[in-house]
């Protein structure tokens, strides 16, 4: 049987995906426009709002802006299916043996994983951006640029970010954003992965898998083009 806190956490995953997109849903992020409709999903699937094209003017936003951004993150359909895949592999591999197996471990892990993306998503590029003036945005290199350095530029993002003064900065944003989601997580996971080795583990797992999509998203333009479109002609 379901347990009554997973029951109240998606009614408070739904409420909140309804007062957010309300409470945001006018508001427009700066440069958003000039991105091409088929930029703004990695892969078809992955929502990707964050992303500045080559050479665009730095414009800073507002604080509300930046919830905004972590709002449609957060709160798009498509996040329920990346979910749902992230909590079928940790599934399969029997991770967190405590939740169990069968539809109800199964779910529970969905949970954990959906309470996952709402943290990082609200804490990475709402809350620490709007305190410590931070863009959360990831402002692409281009393909002026060697394809050595713009991987290595989308690489250590995660170490830099720029401020809302347009110059660049220590991502403490994605750095200790991700290490209060992790210390948060340890509330709702299993007390065997409450020590500091899988705290550990899941920290290095985020900021990494926040790397690759910050080199898919320097990429996804000419991947694009090269492969889809190019598929699409013949």
């Given at each position: 049987?379901?347990?009554?806190?997973?029951?109240?956490?998606?009614?408070?995953?739904?409420?909140?995906?309804?007062?957010?997109?309300?409470?945001?849903?006018?508001?427009?992020?700066?440069?958003?426009?000039?991105?091409?409709?088929?930029?703004?999903?990695?892969?078809?699937?992955?929502?990707?709002?964050?992303?500045?094209?080559?050479?665009?003017?730095?414009?800073?936003?507002?604080?509300?802006?930046?919830?905004?951004?972590?709002?449609?993150?957060?709160?798009?359909?498509?996040?329920l299916v990346v979910t749902g895949i992230n909590a079928g592999q940790a599934h399969l591999t029997n991770q967190y043996?405590?939740?169990?197996?069968?539809?109800?471990?199964?779910?529970?892990?969905?949970?954990?994983a959906g309470a996952d993306t709402v943290l990082s998503n609200f804490v990475t590029e709402g809350l620490f951006p709007s305190v410590l003036h931070q863009d959360p945005r990831y402002f692409r290199k281009g393909n002026a640029y060697s394809t050595k350095t713009r991987l290595g530029y989308s690489l250590?993002?995660?170490?830099?970010?720029r401020g809302d003064d347009g110059k660049w900065h220590m991502n403490y944003s994605e750095l200790f954003g991700n290490a209060t989601v992790v210390s948060i997580g340890s509330l709702y996971y299993p007390e065997e992965s409450r020590h500091i080795g899988p705290m550990a583990s899941r920290f290095a797992f985020q900021v990494g898998t926040d790397a690759i999509f910050n080199v898919v998203k320097e990429f996804w333009p000419e991947m694009h083009d090269k492969f889809l479109v190019r598929h699409k002609t013949k």
């Open positions: 049987m379901i347990a009554e806190q997973e029951r109240v956490f998606c009614l408070t995953y739904i409420r909140c995906g309804l007062f957010l997109l309300l409470m945001f849903g006018r508001v427009t992020v700066a440069q958003d426009a000039t991105l091409r409709p088929e930029e703004k999903r990695l892969f078809g699937l992955v929502p990707n709002y964050k992303s500045v094209p080559a050479n665009a003017k730095f414009e800073p936003i507002t604080a509300k802006q930046k919830f905004h951004i972590a709002a449609k993150d957060t709160f798009d359909p498509m996040v043996p405590e939740l169990g197996q069968g539809v109800e471990g199964y779910f529970q892990r969905y949970v954990r250590t993002r995660i170490f830099r970010i």
